[in-house]
């Protein structure tokens, strides 16, 4: 490829909407452009980097069995409401209509298409097991759409859907997909990390995020740099942090707290560690009859909430919100930032305590009167014991692993999401196929996505610099440049360039030349900015002492080489990468 017959058009500076680092170096390099909130147009450059990212995806997924073909980007509303998600899912799934006032979604995933591709197909216990992928156009209407391709609302997917006859088998053909990844993820040239994690509303039973790390990364991984565990936050067991019940030592005291409604504050005011601070959540579930429920969550003061562990609480799994003002006036006859559960009418609200707080002595929490916190309050003799003990919280990092070892926490960019869903959608749908004994089963199915668009964006979050991105070779959308300076008035430097640049394409190297005679400032900051992993400066001065000069995209000098052993060198070069 030459330059001047490509589409270069880079830019000094970044859009003022552009937060993170991989929007604004793909906007500036010209790999992108914004059409709409979260839409964007793959420029040239942007667009050889996705299908680049697609065929590894693609060969790995067609090694590990599966089996390619593409379901519509617009999909019948009857399949959605089949499942029971054209009520669940929410508003960033789009309803749209056509012109005979039929409901249809823009496709956020595929499970309803597939399992009804599936009860159609699949009839007999031998055409198992059997799994389809596709890499298709995805939709999710963001309330808030931000940060480029990580979370724009039309983004490039592969997901893939197994089905087996039972969940032995099931689960072969997870792990099947597990490793693949591993393997795709290694290809890409990506830092990475599988985690256990959360199945969300996509539903199932057991779930492994791929998550690139990155310090700009939205996700939190908890992992143990002693073994093989990691887990997203959200799934990450907060163990007790006291081997025992610490004994009362102190007399329970009314304290004055004024203007403290924050745990941090109290601890200061009174002179105490956070950790030995009671933070109150109240919340409220609404039954489908009668009055709403309330709960009081007791955390640490040092402690967050984890929001996906309360909502799998028994009493809240089918939905909780903040409890009203009114309502906990009625309880606690105070407004919040005060309360506590000493003198509470349990009849009223359940108390759930986090582990570690349900082994707390001589703790302090609110007093149910505004500016006043109660201290030395003791379990059993100030309070009844909690109506229930569960982990409420996010781990932290040095919370004791409980296999051994320490907890760290990193973060990441989830890339890549595999699920065990077992019947879920296949019971909803009615897919079935006759077993040996001629009845029919329940299909078991399996859920495999990768973010291609996605995987672009985390690549860069990973992999730059002050200069530009930096891009793994795998995914680069060139691996080599020529850099030929005065090529327009050199008849050296252009044949020289000329001849590498054709010895570089019958050895298969994907390489530009830069033939656009610009200032070598102003070519090497573009390709900087763009990232190629490889550059070769050839001119005059060099080409008369017998060299060129090969330089990594990580590396600050350049190796000088002779023109004829230049291509034995970037073949060795590009290898390292």
């Known amino acids: ?81 089949e499942s029971g998600r054209w009520e669940q899912y929410g508003a960033e799934l789009l309803r749209i209509k056509d012109r005979h006032q039929r409901d249809f979604v823009l496709q956020p995933t595929s499970e309803e298409v597939i399992t009804d591709i599936a009860r159609n197909e699949i009839h007999s216990w031998r055409q198992l097991p059997l799994n389809f992928y596709h890499i298709q156009t995805k939709f999710r209407d963001e309330r808030r759409p931000r940060f480029g391709l990580m979370r724009g609302r039309e983004f490039t997917m592969k997901d893939a859907y197994s089905f087996d ?134 955390l640490r003061g040092d402690h967050d909430t984890n929001e996906i562990k309360v909502g799998k609480l028994a009493g809240l799994e089918d939905g909780y919100r903040l409890a009203t003002e009114a309502e906990i006036q009625d309880v606690f006859a105070c407004t919040p930032g005060y309360l506590g559960p000493v003198g509470l009418d349990r ?11 349900a082994y707390m002595g001589d703790f302090v929490c609110g007093a149910n009167e ?53 019947d879920k959608y296949s019971r909803a749908l009615n897919a079935t196929f006759l077993d040996t004994d001629g009845k029919p089963v329940v299909l078991q199915m399996g859920c495999y996505g990768i973010g291609v668009s996605r995987i672009a964006a985390a690549a860069i979050e990973q992999n730059h610099d002050e200069r530009g991105m930096i891009w793994p070779r795998a995914l680069a959308p060139f691996e080599v440049v020529l850099c030929p300076i005065g090529i327009g008035k050199s008849a050296t430097v252009r044949n020289a360039a000329e001849t590498l640049y054709r010895a570089l394409l019958a050895q298969g190297v994907d390489v530009i030349l830069d033939d656009r005679d610009n200032r070598p400032g102003t070519m090497f900051a573009d390709w900087e900015l763009i990232g190629v992993p490889l550059r070769v400066t050839l001119g005059d001065r060099g080409l008369k002492e017998g060299i060129v000069e090969i330089q990594t995209r990580r590396e600050k000098e350049a190796a000088k080489i002779s023109p004829d052993l230049a291509v034995q060198h970037i073949l060795q070069a590009l290898e390292s990468l």
């Open 370 to 422: 505004a500016g006043f916190h109660l201290s030395g309050v003791n379990w059993g003799r100030d309070l009844p014991e909690p109506d229930r003990v569960a982990d409420l919280r996010n781990v932290v990092a040095g919370d004791p692993d409980p296999q051994g070892g320490t907890l760290a926490i990193q973060r990441g960019i989830e890339v890549g999401h595999v699920f065990f869903l077992g």
């Open 347 to 357: 009849s009223k609200i359940t108390v759930i305590a986090d582990l570690t707080v």
């Open 1 to 81: 490829m030459y330059a001047t017959k490509y589409h270069l058009n880079t830019l000094k500076e970044a859009p003022a909407d552009a937060e993170v680092v991989s929007h604004q170096l793909m906007t500036r390099a010209g790999m992108i452009r914004k059409i709409a909130g979260g839409v964007y147009t793959y420029m040239p450059m942007g667009l050889k980097v996705l299908r680049k990212i697609e065929a590894i995806v693609r060969e790995e997924m067609n090694q590990a069995g599966a089996i390619e073909l593409l379901m519509p980007v617009v999909q019948p509303a009857e399949l959605w409401q």
């Open 165 to 298: 006859r039972d969940e032995a088998s099931a689960l072969a053909s997870y792990d099947i997909m597990y490793a693949a990844y591993q393997r795709i993820f290694t290809r890409l040239g990506l830092t990475f990390r599988a985690v256990a994690a959360d199945t969300g509303s996509i539903g199932g039973s057991r779930s492994h995020e791929f998550q690139v790390i990155a310090d700009t990364g939205e996700d939190l991984i908890v992992y143990n740099p002693d073994s093989d565990y990691a887990a997203n936050i959200e799934l990450a067991d907060a163990p007790c942090l006291l081997s025992g019940r610490e004994p009362a030592r102190e007399s329970m005291e009314k304290r004055a707290t004024p203007d403290a409604p924050k745990c941090e504050i109290v601890a200061e005011q009174l002179g105490l560690p956070l950790a030995r601070t009671i933070k109150s959540v109240v919340l409220a579930s609404d039954p489908a009859d009668g009055p709403a429920r309330l709960w009081l969550l007791m």
